[in-house]
């Protein structure tokens, strides 16, 4: 049977020095290497970090320019609104001037025209106009004949006669109409007045007539009482 002898390799001073060296060498570049492949992965992490910085630059830029002109656009549009309001007004106001004056000329005219001598107080009309749900507008004028020709105070009374759930309901006009605040109403007036509001019905309430009483303050008695068939002008 063989035996197995153990190996041994002498290494001499030399060569144990060049093996050192080799594998300072193998580790420096190994370093090396580590050290431009960690330098350039940085570079281009800061190359990136800076490319971000520059367009997060350029949206704050634009968003902050983009604000503006959100803010000026709404602008125009508050004043654009706020100037199409002020002139829808205006067209109102020139739309109750021109009735009321045609009413006034109308007024003038019949009463030019009435040689009936007959004095007192009436109504010429009650005209009513829908203006919304459960809204409506109404005017009326109030005349007075006297041969004196003074302004006198008349007090007028007014109600909304219908029916409402099948009951017949009586609206004094300060309960549905905000502008007035009580009963009577309080006119002044030489020859008429020209008088309109707006109310608001309630809901399932029916009207049916309109009843109008006018009286001087020193009279009890009504001068004129009359009802009018509630009948929406289209």
């Known amino acids: 049977m063989?035996?197995?002898?153990?190996l041994?390799?002498?290494y001499t001073s030399s060569q144990l020095l060049g093996l050192v060296v080799a594998v300072i060498l193998l580790l420096a570049a190994v370093a090396s290497a580590g050290f431009f492949y960690g330098d350039k992965t940085a570079a281009d992490d800061r190359k990136y970090i800076e490319d971000l910085?520059?367009?997060y630059d350029q949206l704050s830029e634009k968003l902050a320019a983009s604000r503006q002109a959100l803010v000026a656009v709404e602008l125009t549009a508050k004043v654009d609104a706020a100037a199409l309001?002020?002139?829808r007004q205006q067209m109102l106001d020139m739309q109750k001037q021109i009735?009321?004056?045609?009413?006034?000329?109308?007024?003038?005219?019949e009463m030019l025209q009435d040689n009936s001598g007959s004095t007192g107080l009436s109504v010429s009309d009650f005209h009513i106009e829908k203006a919304g749900e459960g809204l409506f507008q109404y005017d009326w004028v109030a005349i007075q004949k006297t041969h004196e020709a003074k302004k006198?105070?008349?007090?007028?009374?007014?109600?909304?006669?219908?029916?409402?759930?099948?009951q017949v309901k009586t609206l004094p006009l300060n309960e549905i109409d905000v502008d007035i605040d009580d009963l009577p109403i309080q006119l002044k007036l030489r020859y008429f007045s020209i008088n309109r509001g707006l109310v608001r019905l309630?809901?399932?309430?029916?009207?049916e007539f309109v009843k109008v009483t006018l009286r001087y303050p020193w009279i009890e008695k009504?001068?004129?009482?009359?009802k009018f068939v509630w009948q929406v002008q289209e």
Request: proline share 8%.
């Open 99 to 109: 009735y009321r004056r045609e009413q006034e000329l109308t007024l003038y005219r």
């Open 222 to 226: 009504p001068q004129f009482d009359k």
């Open 202 to 207: 309630p809901k399932g309430f029916n009207p």
């Open 2 to 6: 063989s035996q197995r002898h153990p």
């Open 53 to 55: 910085e520059i367009s």
């Open 85 to 87: 309001e002020q002139t």
């Open 8 to 10: 041994i390799i002498h």
């Open 152 to 166: 006198l105070r008349v007090n007028a009374n007014i109600w909304v006669i219908g029916k409402q759930d099948g």
